[in-house]
């Protein structure tokens, strides 16, 4: 195990008393800028995120407590299904073992958005401070600060992206290959993909910046690429924050665009049921029959995608975050990778193209 370096001995290096390492982390206003940037940007150097909230603690001893990592709004978690289903089952788990669950939004982040030292401090403050036994996260970007500051505090972390370390998965790309063959046998060739971004703008069609794309979004995109083949049409559409609003809106803006061209596509596929719901609900509000005129698919088969006669992707939410809980606070469980299935769930919104 690699040994890291203490408040102390990083207050060796850059010459500074330890008071001082700590008030860069926890009191900047006490430090003038240029020194705790030099301080900050020397710790990084050797591997030091900021003194270890639980020092005080006595060694070995458990928090009890796993935080969960989203990079949405905190009331993002109460409000979308997927999200209410994946802390259910993470909850599940929590009861039976005595674990507190701390819910913890760590906003967006890409490689393409640069940050400033004090953004990142700002992205990184709570999680630095918190105790905490391990973390699950949820479609956090892989280059995300915050995933830095754990792992060198050496805290536990399972992701639902697929880094190489302890991860709990569904093969996203393939399942969006399924919808795409479907699509594909279905005879469509213009397909408008609206897909969930770290983007709260209006919605963009035809983005190319598809690194500000969520992991798992980038994943369904190429899926569906992929299932309709060479010679289709596949237009990528920046929706923003996964909520109804964004569907609405992302899916207007593809029929404004169709207009002006004159080539409507056949069909709109959203990588999560919550868009798609918002398409199918500007579809109807311009007369166009969904399935007859226009197909429309989803991902995740939550509850309201069957009252619509959506097409979609069923993934196991719940046991998704009862087996990220499990691997975090149960010490019998062996497995460090797994990938959960899939179905692809034909209903009435996608039928033969139109002519």
Do not use: W
């Not at 299904?81 to 039976?96: D, H, I, R």
């Not at 056949?266 to 399935?291: E, F, H, K, N, P």
């Amino acid at each position: 195990m690699v040994q890291r370096p203490s408040l102390r001995a990083v207050a060796a290096a850059a010459g500074v008393s330890p008071t001082t390492i700590s008030n860069a982390y926890n009191r900047p206003e006490q430090l003038s800028e240029a020194l705790r940037e030099r301080i900050l940007e020397l710790a990084e150097q050797m591997g030091y995120s900021g003194p270890d909230p639980s020092a005080s603690s006595l060694r070995g001893r458990r928090a009890g407590s796993i935080g969960v990592l989203f990079a949405q709004e905190l009331t993002y978690a109460f409000s979308d299904p997927y999200c209410a289903e994946l802390l259910t089952g993470v909850a599940e788990v929590a009861t039976t073992t005595g674990t507190n669950v701390l819910l913890m939004p760590v906003g967006p982040h890409s490689v393409s958005k640069g940050h400033s030292r004090a953004e990142e401090m700002r992205l990184v403050q709570n999680v630095r401070r918190a105790v905490l036994d391990g973390a699950i996260a949820d479609g956090v970007d892989t280059e995300h600060p915050v995933l830095r500051v754990l792992a060198n505090r050496g805290i536990p972390i399972i992701s639902t992206v697929d880094t190489g370390s302890p991860c709990v998965l569904v093969d996203d790309r393939g399942a969006a290959v399924e919808v795409g063959r479907h699509l594909r046998e279905l005879g469509h060739r213009r397909c408008a993909v609206i897909i969930d971004s770290m983007d709260d703008d209006e919605p963009v069609v035809g983005v190319r910046d598809e690194s500000r794309l969520f992991p798992y979004a980038r994943l369904r995109l190429e899926g569906l690429r992929a299932g309709l083949g060479p010679g289709a049409e596949v237009t990528p559409v920046s929706a923003g924050t996964n909520t109804l609003e964004s569907g609405r809106k992302a899916a207007a803006a593809v029929l404004a665009v169709a207009a002006a061209a004159g080539a409507q596509p056949t069909v709109i596929a959203a990588t999560t049921d919550v868009l798609a719901l918002g398409v199918i609900d500007t579809l109807r509000s311009q007369g166009l029959q969904v399935g007859a005129e226009i197909s429309v698919t989803g991902f995740d088969d939550i509850p309201r995608a069957e009252d619509a006669g959506l097409t979609t992707v069923r993934q196991p939410v719940r046991e998704k975050g009862r087996v990220m809980a499990r691997m975090l606070v149960d010490p019998t469980y062996g497995q460090t990778r797994v990938t959960l299935p899939t179905e692809v769930v034909i209903r009435t919104s996608t039928a033969p193209a139109a002519s």
